[in-house]
């Protein structure tokens, strides 16, 4: 039989199958012994050892078209990033090293910003000016007064759910930026188990202890990560970054240079869109950094 792990946990992998059940099973020797572990997305086959309990063996793993690592999972077509517009207020480092990461995977991304009754028109515009040249799109939610499945349209989670129709959609983003919260929002069977900010650090604490999908109906399937507060980016190249910022290569035709890296190059096309307020200087300043850590990075590794 056929179907989508759409949970793992401690060595069982719950599978959506054609049928219509969800089977426990667990993963043959084989796939150990070869190093591949199955992955929450997975399209597998399985055989079914209990019909009545609903348990099986996982037996071959079906071709996928991506598998990340942080979040863990395959088959992903798009991911949901959440981080929210104060309490936390937003690491817009944090965002565009996900982005990045996200890019070089090949994998579009959309860009929600929660708790919106906590910021001014004003906060939610430079927000907006920030991402709309690397044409992310950006929606602004919040949860307050909404319930599961019952939600207004000035809540942007209606929208939200228009951008996951038929969809396999990574949510990931911090720890207290409420994905718990819109994931009720957004479906009605299950309730998962929501955070409270801690007053004292001023971040979440971490209640998703797995990665899972969880089915909406249409198609369309969400998978909920632990919240994450550092992104590496140690396999992309240093000459790559560029190329992972949308918003740069409408101004690199313009550059003097072939293959400029837009920081000390002169007559640079995307340094003078930073000064016109084309590219928005915040995204270029997290550009510099990134590419300034990789520097050091190779740095240190030759000295060592």
């Known amino acids: 039989m056929k179907g989508k792990i759409?949970?793992?946990?401690?060595?069982?992998?719950?599978?959506?199958?054609?049928?219509s059940n969800l089977y426990e099973c667990k993963a043959k020797g084989i796939f150990?012994?070869?190093?591949?572990?199955?992955?929450?997305?997975?399209?597998?086959?399985?055989?079914?050892?209990?019909?009545?309990?609903?348990?099986?063996?996982?037996?071959?793993?079906?071709?996928?078209?991506n598998a990340l690592i942080r979040p863990a999972a395959a088959n992903i077509d798009?991911?949901?990033?959440?981080?929210?517009?104060?309490?936390?207020?937003?690491?817009?480092?944090?965002?565009?090293?996900?982005?990045?990461?996200?890019?070089?995977q090949q994998i579009s991304c959309l860009v929600c910003f929660n708790k919106k009754d906590l910021a001014t028109g004003?906060?939610?515009?430079?927000?907006?000016?920030?991402y709309e040249p690397a044409q992310y799109p950006v929606i602004f939610s919040s949860t307050l007064g909404q319930t599961a499945g019952a939600f207004d349209e000035e809540s942007g989670i209606g929208m939200l759910k228009s951008f996951l129709?038929?969809?396999t959609t990574a949510v990931a983003g911090p720890s207290g930026v409420g994905k718990s919260s819109i994931i009720n929002c957004l479906q009605s069977e299950i309730t998962m188990e929501t955070g409270k900010i801690?007053?004292?650090?001023?971040?979440?604490?971490?209640?998703?202890?797995?990665?899972?999908?969880i089915y909406m109906g249409d198609q369309s399937y969400i998978m909920?990560?632990?919240?994450?507060?550092s992104i590496y980016l140690d396999s992309i190249k240093e000459e790559e970054v560029k190329e992972l910022m949308p918003e740069f290569l409408a101004y690199e035709s313009?550059?003097?240079?072939?293959?400029?890296?837009?920081?000390g190059e002169p007559e640079c096309g995307v340094k003078s869109a930073v000064s016109c307020q084309k590219i928005h200087a915040g995204r270029y300043l997290n550009y510099q950094k990134i590419i300034e850590e990789k520097k050091n990075s190779k740095s240190r590794r030759r000295y060592f």
């Open 32 to 65: 150990r012994k070869k190093g591949v572990k199955p992955l929450v997305g997975d399209f597998v086959r399985f055989e079914v050892i209990d019909e009545e309990e609903q348990t099986g063996n996982i037996i071959e793993l079906l071709p996928r078209k």
């Open 224 to 229: 909920d990560t632990p919240g994450f507060s």
């Open 78 to 104: 798009q991911a949901l990033v959440i981080f929210a517009v104060d309490q936390p207020a937003p690491n817009f480092h944090l965002l565009d090293r996900f982005l990045i990461l996200m890019g070089s």
């Open 198 to 213: 801690s007053e004292k650090i001023d971040r979440g604490k971490h209640t998703t202890r797995h990665s899972e999908l």
């Open 254 to 263: 313009q550059c003097r240079f072939q293959g400029c890296m837009h920081l």
């Open 165 to 167: 129709k038929s969809k």
């Open 122 to 130: 004003k906060q939610l515009e430079e927000i907006k000016r920030r």
């Open 6 to 19: 759409i949970k793992g946990i401690a060595g069982f992998y719950y599978v959506n199958a054609e049928d």
